[in-house]
């Protein structure tokens, strides 16, 4: 699959999750203390790939913050500390560039072993045909998600997502431009990119650094303490046809999480 993170609202609420195995693997990983990072269902960088038109592809994400707030981000909201979020997200190649998604059920598993059902997305992404065999690549990606009340206090948000990258033998370098939304509004856009750099072994290993940031509204930044960055080690092991990706996350300033660990296991079906 390609990259992805998550929408500006639910990245201000905190970092939870669920998927019963998943959260037993990310919890078994880690033991952690740290702040909260940002609420989100999937903590990934687009990189213009896409299901081969005619095919089916799962990506099963899950996310687990360590340790994080022990109050919501807004009265009724998850509780971020010791929680998993996730979602299956589900992705089919109608042409060779353009790939259409749906993530569901976007769930939570909570501190205290509740399950939530959290929401819904459609996505729709658009690239540069054969965008592994060219040395520039580009594409653009639409979200449009429905959220529960204690996921999102927005009912609808929406996400923009730029794609611009180039390879360089082993090496790739990918930004992901993003504009969150809550249909509140062209003032309150929120601007959060995300961007990649990984060194290629040329077989089926990747390792790569990961930043994903938070700036606050377009019409005027938050101050750089009030910002959300956090840096990711990240192992990909396969590829998105069958692989997976594993990641370590810490957060950079007051505003984010210390620790966060990210999941993802990708099949074509």
Not at 58 to 68: A, D, E, I, V, Y
Not at 143 to 149: D, K, Q, V
Not at 250 to 265: F, I, N
Request: glycine residues 12%; proline residues 6%.
């Amino acid at each position: 699959m390609s990259g992805r993170e998550r929408p500006a609202s639910q990245r201000r609420a905190a970092l939870t999750g669920r998927c019963v195995p998943g959260a037993l693997l990310l919890s078994a990983l880690c033991g952690w203390s740290g702040a909260v990072w940002a609420q989100t269902d999937e903590i990934q960088v687009y990189d213009a790939g896409i299901t081969a038109p005619g095919k089916w592809n799962l990506t099963w994400h899950n996310n687990f913050t360590p340790s994080g707030r022990t109050e919501p981000a807004f009265p009724g909201g998850i509780v971020p500390d010791h929680a998993l979020n996730g979602v299956p997200e589900w992705a089919y190649g109608v042409t060779a560039w353009f790939e259409a998604g749906l993530y569901l059920p976007i769930y939570t598993l909570t501190r205290d072993g509740e399950l939530l059902f959290d929401g819904a997305k459609l996505r729709a992404l658009f690239v540069v045909p054969d965008a592994r065999g060219r040395a520039l690549f580009y594409g653009i990606n639409f979200e449009l998600s429905h959220n529960t009340p204690h996921w999102d206090p927005s009912r609808f948000a929406g996400e923009i997502r730029g794609i611009v990258g180039v390879h360089l033998g082993h090496f790739d370098l990918i930004l992901n431009p993003i504009v969150d939304t809550d249909f509140n509004g062209l003032g309150n856009l929120e601007f959060v990119p995300a961007v990649r750099a990984a060194w290629n072994s040329g077989g089926k290993l990747a390792l790569a650094l990961e930043e994903y940031a938070d700036f606050g509204p377009l019409k005027h930044f938050k101050p750089s303490d009030e910002q959300s960055h956090t840096l990711f080690a990240v192992i990909d092991y396969g590829g998105s046809s069958h692989g997976l990706e594993f990641g370590v996350g810490r957060g950079l300033t007051p505003a984010s999480g210390r620790w966060v660990l990210k999941l993802m296991l990708m099949q074509d079906l």
